[in-house]
Structure formats: C-alpha cells, structure tokens
C-alpha cells in the first residue's frame, strides 16, 4: 500500500462520510490506531471520525469493548467472533457513531502458520434495535513485513468501510 493510496482512499471515505452524514468509529488491534490515523490526516474529519479504541491486548477488548473472555478462549483474538464482539462493542461505547469498524489480525513475525498474515475487519451499522448485524470479512496480507502488512489492513480497513456506506445506500 503505498501512502498516495491510503490518502486517497480516506479522501474518498471522508468525503462519503459527509454526504452520509455518518460518523465513524473504529476498534483496532494489528493496526494500532494506523486506519483512524490515516483518516484523520483528511481536513475538516474532525466532523465524522468520532475516534478510535486501540485494543492490542486481550485484557483490553475485554475492559474497553465487552469482547467476552469464552470468546477469546475458544476462538482466538484472531477471529471472526472476536472482530464482531470488537465492532458491536465500540458502536455501544461510542453513542454518536453511526458506524463502526473493527480489525483484529496476525501479522507476524512468529504467528502460528494458519494466521500468519490473516487479518478480519467487522462492521456494523447502529441498528434501530440492538444488537446490530456485524458483517466480517477475512482477509490473507500478502506482504512479507509486519509494517507491510500493517499498512495493507489499514488501507483494506477502510476500503471495506466505504464499500459498507455504498451498500447501505
């Protein structure tokens, strides 16, 4: 992913989000705040990006986003269930979100071999009832390095959130 990219793709999102009106939020964990960072270098976000949870650590899902501890064990921090309990959790702490997105992943060095490079990206919409419908998506980081892949989540992170404001139109 190459910084040109990620600018404008969070130019693209920024701008989406305003004719939404929708405002943001994100939990991340493998990308350590990068995906809100990259939105937030856009002027005038302040409007739409309502923030972001950096949960790397387990304990911290838990406190900061209710992502239960059943869970973890049984599923990994690596996870669908996880990336879902991730972004419900940020949507319910962040009452002026309208949308959240989550990202939980591996990405090396020393991952075990079926995680290696995997990373999973949750959304949801605030739904008029709770709980809202997350939708998870799976991705394999085809880069080699860890800051490589970091990047291509983030970028992938918000691709998957624009795409999620076009469907819901």
């Excluded at 990202?103 to 949750?122: C, N, R």
Aim: aromatic share 6%.
């Amino acid at each position: 992913m190459s910084g040109a990219d990620a600018t404008s793709l969070a130019q693209r999102l920024a701008q989406r989000l305003a004719e939404r009106r929708c405002r943001i939020v994100f939990a991340e964990s493998c990308t350590a705040g990068l995906i809100a960072a990259t939105l937030a270098a856009v002027p005038g976000i302040s409007r739409w990006l309502c923030g972001s949870a950096v949960t790397y650590r387990e304990a911290t899902k838990q406190t900061w986003l209710g992502v239960s501890e059943q869970t973890l064990a049984q599923f990994t921090a690596v996870s669908a269930q996880v990336a879902q309990q991730m972004a419900w959790g940020v949507l319910e702490k962040t009452p002026e979100a309208d949308l959240a997105v989550s990202i939980t992943g591996h990405l090396g060095p020393g991952a075990p071999t079926p995680l290696d490079g995997i990373a999973f990206v949750g959304w949801c919409f605030r739904p008029a009832t709770s709980p809202a419908a997350v939708t998870v998506e799976r991705l394999q980081l085809a880069a080699a390095s860890r800051g490589e892949r970091q990047r291509d989540a983030a970028k992938a992170a918000l691709q998957i959130a624009l795409d999620a404001l076009a469907e819901a139109e």
